[in-house]
């Protein structure tokens, strides 16, 4: 029995403008307005406009939440200042990853978990699950929130037309509460391309009219409306990962070059704390395969679950691949063995239907704006 996909509060704005819409994680979402190199140029460039509301947002409060999170995820969330943000991942016992998520902290004893939208249900059931015995309650709240992001060196000015609050002196995974264009928003300086950019947190009833008010106000500065596909080219030359390609339950942050995230001076037990402090030893002594970069020597595209090969044998395996719009060349993170993990390591390539293209390896990311 089929499901409808789920629509945002942005869907009838994103059908005017003539956008091909696909089924993404149950929502029906903007693939592309246009051309997909230039909606990625124009956020590389100078701006480009995209609906998120299909991300899940769960509150958490009540006087032991920081405890709760530090229990349930595996990042120090009880470091994290109000009005501070933080990239962590909640793992299952035996380490595997659920999901990546974005920590907010919007008070004393408030917090907002955003997730991806495929995890949404999986992450809100194991924040419910692993609460007992705090004092800290749980909501759902994906139905409370739509968002906008504004991505791209224009977009600082962009915004700045639209609202008091403090833009300057707003650091990078740091968020606050203002208005734009009169709407009521938390305002937080994150996002997933690479770029500068601010992601606007609103009630649904007041999408279309802060869409409508970015549109105009980007319009000398040449914002235009972005899709889904070019997000992921964006996050893919950003060396972001991407949950379901370079992050599953089969890896612990470890596996996937993030043990970083992974905070075991934090006091207290977390879940899956012993799984992960084995799978760091492991890390430490010799990793099996690492994260990398591929960026092609001629111009067929890898897609995800294609072989990395050296040699004839079977090294590694592509999580994601497409044409690189910044590079000009097709461009790959894969999983490969460490040692063939090096950049600039020879004799690399991709099984793309039964022929070994070249490839060489280099270090993620691809690209780094310039600050």
Not at 81 to 97: K, L, P, S, V, W
Request: hydrophobic share 40%.
């Amino acid at each position: 029995m089929s499901t409808a996909p789920r629509l945002t509060a942005l869907d009838a704005v994103h059908r005017a403008l003539g956008a091909t819409m696909t089924d993404f994680a149950g929502w029906d979402m903007p693939l592309r307005y246009g051309s997909e190199r230039d909606e990625h140029n124009a956020v590389r460039t100078k701006a480009g406009l995209f609906d998120l509301s299909h991300m899940g947002e769960i509150t958490v409060t009540g006087p032991q939440a920081a405890d709760f999170l530090n229990y349930a995820l595996v990042g120090n969330i009880g470091s994290v200042g109000t009005g501070r943000a933080r990239y962590t991942m909640i793992c299952q016992e035996d380490g595997g990853i659920l999901d990546d998520l974005i920590v907010y902290r919007l008070g004393e004893t408030e917090y907002m978990v955003v997730a991806n939208a495929s995890n949404a249900q999986i992450v809100l059931d194991a924040l419910t699950a692993r609460a007992a015995g705090f004092a800290a309650a749980v909501r759902d709240d994906r139905d409370a929130y739509a968002l906008l992001a504004v991505q791209g060196p224009e977009s600082p000015g962009i915004l700045k037309s639209l609202t008091d609050a403090d833009l300057d002196g707003l650091k990078y995974y740091a968020g606050l509460p203002g208005t734009v264009a009169g709407v009521p928003a938390l305002i937080a300086r994150t996002g997933y391309t690479g770029e500068d950019g601010f992601e606007l947190f609103v009630e649904p009833r007041y999408a279309e009219e802060l869409w409508q008010a970015l549109t105009e106000a980007g319009a000398g500065a040449g914002l235009i409306p972005c899709g889904l596909s070019c997000r992921d080219t964006l996050r893919l030359e950003a060396g972001m990962p991407l949950y379901g390609h370079e992050l599953t339950t089969a890896l612990t942050p470890f596996d996937a070059g993030l043990g970083r995230v992974v905070k075991f001076e934090k006091e207290g037990d977390f879940v899956g704390r012993e799984a992960l402090t084995a799978a760091a030893e492991r890390a430490r002594i010799a990793p099996p395969r690492k994260l990398v970069g591929l960026v092609a020597r001629g111009r067929r595209v890898p897609r995800a679950g294609m072989p990395v090969v050296a040699d004839g044998t079977v090294i590694g395996e592509v999580t994601s691949g497409a044409p690189s719009p910044t590079l000009g060349s097709p461009i790959a993170m894969a999983y490969v063995d460490a040692a063939h993990a090096a950049p600039g390591t020879e004799g690399v390539g991709v099984d793309i239907r039964g022929t070994h293209e070249p490839y060489e390896v280099v270090a993620l990311p691809f690209y780094k704006r310039q600050k």
